[in-house]
C-alpha cells in the first residue's frame, strides 16, 4: 500500500523556522521525483519545491526562493522542506506529492497534507 507520511508542521512565528519531513513506503522512492506543494483556503494547489529522484536538481517557487530548501534521502525514503524566514503568507497546508513519468502513464502519489500556520 502506497503511502506518503508527513510530519513536522505546526505553528511558527514570522522570521522562524520549520521542517517539514515526508516519509514514502510502498514503491520505489528512488524512482520518483518529489514535490511539496501547498493550499491555503481559498487558493490554488502550488508547487513550491520540487527535487528529481536522484536529488540532483531542484526547482522552486519564486515566493520562497532563498528561503525554503528541498532535499531528500533515498536511503530513509524520506523528502524533506526546510522552512527558513518564514512568512505570514507562508500558511497553508503542505503536500508530498511523489511523481514518476513512464512512457503512457503518469504515477502520482499524495501525503494528506500538514498545517504549516506562521502567525506571532
Known amino acids: 500500500q502506497v503511502q506518503l507520511v508527513e510530519s513536522g508542521g505546526g505553528l511558527v512565528q514570522p522570521g522562524g523556522s520549520l521542517r517539514l519531513s515526508c516519509t514514502a513506503s510502498g514503491f520505489t522512492f528512488s524512482s520518483y521525483a518529489m514535490n511539496w506543494f501547498r493550499q491555503a483556503p481559498g487558493k490554488e494547489r502550488e508547487l513550491v519545491a520540487a527535487i528529481t529522484s536522484a536529488g540532483s536538481g531542484t526547482n522552486y517557487a519564486d515566493s520562497v526562493k532563498g528561503r525554503f530548501t528541498i532535499s531528500r534521502d533515498n536511503a530513509k525514503n524520506t523528502v524533506y522542506l526546510q522552512m527558513n524566514s518564514l512568512k505570514p503568507e507562508d500558511t497553508a497546508v503542505y503536500y508530498c506529492?511523489?511523481?514518476?513519468?513512464?512512457?503512457?502513464?503518469?504515477?502520482?502519489?499524495w501525503g494528506q497534507g500538514t498545517q504549516v500556520t506562521v502567525s506571532s
Open positions: 506529492n511523489a511523481v514518476r513519468r513512464r512512457y503512457s502513464s503518469l504515477d502520482s502519489y
